[in-house]
């Protein structure tokens, strides 16, 4: 498979700046050179490895002039897949783009699957798997933090604890092969290889404590906005978006349809759902809103439960909050720039042992103190995250960690109970398989297939 050379547009579709066609393989630079004419200076094959050149794209087969490109040469292994790679970056155009990858195809190119120069840079083992991933997830971040997680997992910061859990559990292994081979002069495993076990299952615990905020990181979080008409839902969508989104009026019942929009809340990606106040609808097409409404919150990771504080909490106020009594929530008291004091006991009291908060939509006052309420109740005692560690950011990492987690743990009781050793051993070796697929060494290839077909064609 990796004996031919792949091109794809690497790109978004659309016009640009420029628009880059990328080569990987043996044959990049001969292919590219079959159509690359430079402006000036020696042929692309003699080009030195990093450097720039102008030229034309030509159609190899009828030798017609596509578009004026810049090519770039990287001779492996010192590239994206540490392979061969030419980028030609021509004009930022679809058909552009388009008639010069098509001319690279001619040449005796084939056209990438998506995901395939990342599956090269693993296969060439320029990445590991877990790193190879963290590409997905520095062009999907949704936030300043869901980014440094994921950089931090492409420079290995997650692969080096993964390997540092493995080698803690192979040292075990070794010494109960040891003493399983040579039962005389080595004897049994004893209390240095139960302490790095100990050590092994306390690492893992604490990179599994972090996939709730890596969950989030990566995926986001939804946010609903419910309660009764006219306390200003829409007001706080608009508040936080700092536009206009929805439409605000005195009338109750404006909102009728829910409107998405996704937004950083509390440092957090998230998507918010402003709704169709709750009440008894007038008319159908409102009761059709008001059950949309009510799906939402069913849906949201959070809801946030908006009274109106210039009213004061109502029995219908009452009466959402118990509904929703399942679901983490904060309630929200709007309008405090409209009152001279707020009832807390009254807020309070809706609350439970939920958090509550006064804010004003109209100045903006308590929104920031909203945030860092969400970000506290989403991580409430979740995370043991020191600063700069790695975190989960994937599922598949999280239910690899599990495994190997179960099998560590079984291994300790079946010591602690005096099971034979060379039963130990494979419980043992069944945590080293299972930490093996985060950084790839004992992935599958349908594992392979299904991560690298998550990628965006070109990457
Ligand atoms: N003084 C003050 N008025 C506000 C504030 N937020 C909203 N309002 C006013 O309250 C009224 C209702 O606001 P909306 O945002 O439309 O309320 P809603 O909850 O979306 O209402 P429905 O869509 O009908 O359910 C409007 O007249 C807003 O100008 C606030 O923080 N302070
Ligand atoms: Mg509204």
Same mark, same amino acid.
């Given at each position: 498979?990796?004996?031919?050379?792949?091109?794809?547009?690497?790109?978004?579709?659309?016009?640009?700046?420029?628009?880059?066609?990328?080569?990987?393989?043996?044959?990049?630079?001969?292919?590219?050179?079959?159509?690359?004419?430079?402006?000036?200076?020696?042929?692309?094959?003699?080009?030195?490895? &990093?450097?720039?050149?102008?030229?034309?794209?030509?159609?190899?087969?009828?030798?017609?002039?596509?578009?004026?490109?810049?090519?770039?040469?990287?001779?492996?292994?010192?590239?994206?897949?540490?392979?061969?790679?030419?980028?030609?970056?021509? &004009?930022?155009?679809?058909?552009?783009?388009?008639?010069?990858?098509?001319?690279?195809?001619?040449?005796?190119?084939?056209?990438?699957?998506?995901?395939?120069?990342?599956?090269?840079?693993?296969?060439?083992?320029?990445?590991?798997?877990?790193?190879?991933?963290?590409?997905?997830?520095?062009?999907?971040?949704?936030?300043?933090?869901?980014?440094?997680?994921?950089?931090?997992?492409?420079?290995?910061?997650?692969?080096?604890?993964?390997?540092?859990?493995?080698?803690?559990?192979?040292?075990?292994?070794?010494?109960?092969?040891?003493?399983?081979?040579?039962?005389?002069?080595?004897?049994?495993?004893?209390?240095?290889?139960?302490?790095?076990?100990?050590?092994?299952?306390?690492?893992?615990?604490?990179?599994?404590?972090?996939?709730?905020?890596?969950?989030?990181?990566?995926?986001?979080?939804?946010?609903?906005?419910?309660?009764?008409?006219?306390?200003?839902?829409?007001?706080?969508?608009?508040?936080?978006?700092?536009?206009?989104?929805?439409?605000?009026?005195?009338?109750?019942?404006?909102?009728?349809?829910?409107?998405?929009?996704?937004?950083?809340?509390?440092?957090?990606?998230?998507?918010?759902?402003?709704?169709?106040?709750?009440?008894?609808?007038?008319?159908?097409?409102?009761?059709?809103?008001?059950?949309?409404?009510?799906?939402?919150?069913?849906?949201?990771?959070?809801?946030?439960?908006?009274?109106?504080?210039?009213?004061?909490?109502?029995?219908?106020?009452?009466?959402?909050?118990?509904?929703?009594?399942?679901?983490?929530?904060?309630?929200?008291?709007?309008?405090?720039?409209?009152?001279?004091?707020?009832?807390?006991?009254?807020?309070?009291?809706?609350?439970?042992?939920?958090?509550?908060?006064?804010?004003?939509?109209?100045?903006?006052?308590?929104?920031?103190?909203?945030?860092?309420?969400?970000?506290?109740?989403?991580?409430?005692?979740?995370?043991?995250?020191?600063?700069?560690?790695?975190?989960?950011?994937?599922?598949?990492?999280?239910?690899?960690?599990?495994?190997?987690?179960?099998?560590?743990?079984?291994?300790?009781?079946?010591?602690?109970?005096?099971?034979?050793?060379?039963?130990?051993?494979?419980?043992?070796?069944?945590?080293?398989?299972?930490?093996?697929?985060?950084?790839?060494?004992?992935?599958?290839?349908?594992?392979?297939?299904?991560?690298?077909?998550?990628?965006?064609?070109?990457?």
């Amino acid at each position: 498979m990796l004996e031919d050379t792949i091109a794809a547009i690497a790109t978004p579709l659309g016009e640009g700046g420029i628009g880059i066609i990328r080569l990987s393989g043996p044959e990049a630079i001969q292919i590219a050179a079959r159509v690359f004419r430079p402006k000036r200076g020696p042929s692309l094959e003699e080009t030195c490895t &990093h450097r720039v050149r102008l030229g034309l794209a030509l159609d190899p087969k009828t030798g017609e002039v596509v578009d004026e490109v810049l090519a770039l040469v990287m001779r492996a292994p010192r590239s994206y897949t540490a392979e061969d790679v030419v980028e030609l970056h021509c &004009h930022g155009g679809p058909l552009a783009c388009a008639r010069v990858l098509e001319a690279v195809l001619k040449a005796g190119a084939r056209l990438a699957e998506p995901g395939e120069f990342t599956r090269r840079a693993y296969l060439n083992g320029r990445l590991d798997l877990a790193q190879a991933e963290a590409v997905l997830n520095i062009i999907r971040a949704r936030s300043r933090a869901g980014l440094a997680a994921a950089v931090n997992q492409l420079e290995g910061g997650l692969s080096k604890k993964v390997k540092e859990i493995k080698d803690e559990i192979t040292g075990v292994l070794a010494s109960i092969e040891a003493s399983l081979d040579f039962p005389e002069e080595v004897g049994d495993p004893g209390r240095e290889e139960k302490e790095r076990l100990n050590k092994a299952r306390e690492a893992l615990k604490r990179l599994l404590s972090t996939w709730e905020e890596g969950k989030i990181l990566s995926q986001g979080i939804k946010i609903t906005l419910v309660g009764r008409p006219n306390v200003g839902k829409s007001s706080l969508l608009n508040a936080f978006l700092k536009e206009e989104r929805a439409i605000v009026s005195d009338i109750p019942g404006t909102t009728r349809d829910t409107i998405k929009e996704i937004l950083q809340l509390g440092g957090f990606p998230c998507e918010l759902v402003d709704t169709a106040g709750w009440r008894q609808a007038a008319d159908g097409l409102e009761e059709l809103g008001i059950a949309r409404s009510r799906a939402a919150a069913a849906a949201a990771d959070l809801v946030l439960l908006v009274v109106d504080l210039t009213v004061g909490v109502t029995q219908e106020d009452t009466e959402i909050a118990e509904s929703l009594r399942d679901k983490p929530l904060i309630v929200v008291g709007n309008k405090v720039d409209a009152v001279l004091e707020v009832d807390a006991g009254s807020l309070e009291r809706l609350a439970g042992s939920c958090p509550w908060v006064a804010v004003s939509a109209k100045t903006g006052e308590g929104l920031e103190e909203l945030g860092r309420k969400i970000r506290d109740l989403i991580l409430s005692g979740r995370a043991l995250r020191g600063p700069g560690e790695p975190l989960l950011l994937r599922e598949r990492h999280k239910v690899a960690l599990e495994r190997a987690l179960e099998h560590v743990e079984d291994a300790l009781r079946g010591w602690s109970e005096g099971i034979p050793w060379d039963l130990v051993s494979v419980d043992l070796q069944g945590a080293w398989e299972a930490l093996g697929e985060i950084t790839g060494e004992t992935a599958r290839e349908e594992i392979l297939d299904r991560i690298f077909s998550e990628f965006c064609l070109g990457k």
